[in-house]
């Protein structure tokens, strides 16, 4: 009785009816987000539909909880529970069109829309050769059903329904949340040869080929080297989602695949990360690199640090060993290419449209403290997530006028109370002077180095250039991204109420600390940047089982919907009481 009574809940037409009632197309403002991953859902979750026509274009209709994207690659966990279909997400007060965003015209507001490279989007890249077993050409069609799944490769079924109009859109405000793309630094081999992972296509993919190195090591005829070769897993790049694939691997390896390949695990399986600078975890604090590497070397993971992968063969990786000028090649089948994110093209289109003068930044759209574009002037396009970096003030560009405002008896020096007055009141401004802020004393009789009592315009710039040296973008991370997300879709409720955002705080990000889980049952937390958390209890980085407890309970909390926090669940006790499926 309750399940059919939900299930009429939900059924389309009352639904539709109970919400629609409140909605007046064409009166209100109309909103169209870009995307529908980590900074547009939260901003879509949060906007005041009674006050916006709210549209969301994207080539993908559903929310990827991508953390866990290393759990799927081996099958620890399964693609549909790290999915969220938004359309049921978020319901039918906010319209969903399929779709990509190709162009924007920020003068007569509008968007243009196509499909021709939307299937594209949705994996990162056509079918990745897994260079198994002399696989030596790419599929004619990249679809992995035929390729993976079992389908007779011969048989292909033909999207006869897929006729998608090209269409253009206005807009009122546009909120560019379109993420980025893996950067190949341009490396030969990389688009061809690895696999990227960023979306589920490429975790499936990745499932697909570990099953298939194995079972191809498993055929007769294979010599030693063959399965040498064939079960040498590499990882480029030591940063999270390096290391949490290789972890996931190692744990697949030893839990499940030793029992079905004893002879080949023994013998023949390995796992290198290489990694150009000379710590895995580089953003994280030192103590959780050391404690990472270590732990990689018991769990039989082995990490080449100081090491720069040039090129990428069918069969083999080419590295360079740092100070040495001699290339060497390693016999390897799976590779997974982890080095970090590139803007996509439609943000550079953007950032070409609006100017590169204003648009310097490459790695993707400059916006000021509110996440509005600059050089777009009437304020009209946010950028928010992966596709944005705020811009920061560096107070030394700045520095003669600051001092003027503040040295007003025109005395050609500040004194401590002079000082204070500076760095209270720019602090909003220049976040940067938070590092002053805990003791402006010290700050001051520090840079007072004639202990005169005051200080002379080149002694404030050469402690200003200290603090401008602290700024850093922020990372590109979900935790970024979902914060923009809800602080956009405050600003635009308030500013529907008020018509001004005169008054409202600027974007300020809350660091909660990062976490990374690195294989047999143990993760990483680094608190080190996290505000609230320090203030607080003064957390050191911690690492081990308990963390590991933290990391399931977080993700699990993450979990959008009940639906998928018990698919998770369910995900976890399977593969704790029946293995990993360890089929393609
Ligand atoms: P995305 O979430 O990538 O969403 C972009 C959206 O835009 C997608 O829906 C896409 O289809 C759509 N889109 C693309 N092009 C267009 C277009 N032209 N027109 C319209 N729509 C378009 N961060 C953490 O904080 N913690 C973690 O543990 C963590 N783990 C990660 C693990 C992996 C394997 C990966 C790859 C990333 C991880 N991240 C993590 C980083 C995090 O996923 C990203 O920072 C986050 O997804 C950025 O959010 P976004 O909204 O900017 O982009
Ligand atoms: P990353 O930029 O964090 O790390 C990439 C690593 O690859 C760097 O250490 C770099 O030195 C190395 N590298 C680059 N080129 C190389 C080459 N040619 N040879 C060898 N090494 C090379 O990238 P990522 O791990 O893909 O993460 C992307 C973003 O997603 C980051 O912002 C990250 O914070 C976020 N993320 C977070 C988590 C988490 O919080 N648990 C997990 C995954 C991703």
Sequence with gaps: GTIYGYRLYRSRQWYNEMHDSDVTIGQKPRVVVLGTGWGAVPLLRHIDTSKYEVVVVS???????????????????????????????????????????????????????????SKENQETKPIATTSIFGREKLP??????????????????????????????????????????????????????????????????????ISDAFE?????????????????????????????????LADYIREDLKYYFPGLIKNYVKITIIEALDHVLSMMDKKISDYTEKHF?????????????????????????????????????????????????????????????????????????????????????????????????????????????????????????????????????????????????????????TKSGSLTLQALR??????????????????VATQEGRYVSDLLNYMARSTTSASFKPFSYTHFGSLAYVGGDAAVIDFSGSKPLLDIFSLKPISGRGSYYLWKSFYFTEQFTTRTKFLLAFDWVRARLFGRDISR
């Excluded at 991508?66 to 049921?88: A, D, K, M, N, Y």
């Design 297 to 449: 070397h018991r769990e039989n993971i082995e990490v080449m640090i100081n090491t720069f992968v040039k090129g990428i063969k069918q069969k083999e990786v080419i590295v360079q060993v740092k100070d040495s000028k001699e290339l060497q090649s390693i016999p390897c089948s799976i590779v997974v290419w982890a080095t970090g994110i590139k803007a996509r093209p439609l943000t550079n289109k953007l950032r070409e449209i609006i100017g590169t003068d204003k648009q310097s930044n490459r790695m993707g759209l400059l916006t000021d403290k509110y996440l509005r574009v600059k050089g777009v002037n009437d304020g009209s396009i946010y950028a928010i997530g992966d596709c944005a970096t705020i811009e920061q003030p560096k107070v030394l560009d700045r520095i003669q006028l600051l001092f003027e405002e503040i040295d007003t008896h025109k005395r050609g020096s500040l004194n401590l109370d002079e000082f204070k007055l500076f760095i209270e009141n720019k602090v909003n401004e220049y976040p940067q002077l938070e590092i002053f802020q805990k003791d402006i004393e010290k700050a001051f009789y520090e840079a007072d180095q």
């Design 216 to 248: 191809s090591a498993m055929i007769p005829s294979q010599t030693d080297e063959d399965k040498r070769r064939l079960l040498h897993f590499v990882i480029v790049g030591g940063g999270p989602t390096g290391v949490e694939f290789a972890a996931e």
């Design 462 to 479: 050469s402690i200003m250039e200290k603090a401008d040296k602290k700024l850093r973008s922020l990372p590109a991370t979900a935790q």
């Design 59 to 117: 080539p993908r209709n559903y929310f990827l909880m991508t953390p866990l994207l290393p759990s799927v690659s081996v099958g620890t966990v399964e693609p549909r529970t790290v999915i969220e279909p938004i359309r049921s997400l978020l319901g039918p007060r906010i319209k969903f069109v399929e779709s990509e965003c190709i162009n924007v015209d920020p003068q007569q507001k509008i968007i243009t829309c196509s499909n021709d490279g």
């Design 140 to 209: 004619s069609s990249p679809s992995i059903e035929s390729e993976y799944e079992g389908g007779s490769s011969s048989r292909k079924i033909r999207d006869g329904a897929r006729i998608r109009p090209k269409f253009d859109m206005k807009y009122d405000y546009l909120i560019v949340a379109v993420g980025s793309e893996n950067n190949t630094f341009g490396i030969p081999g990389v688009e061809k040869h690895a696999h990227f992972l960023k979306e589920i296509l490429d975790a499936r993919r990745i499932r697909s080929a």
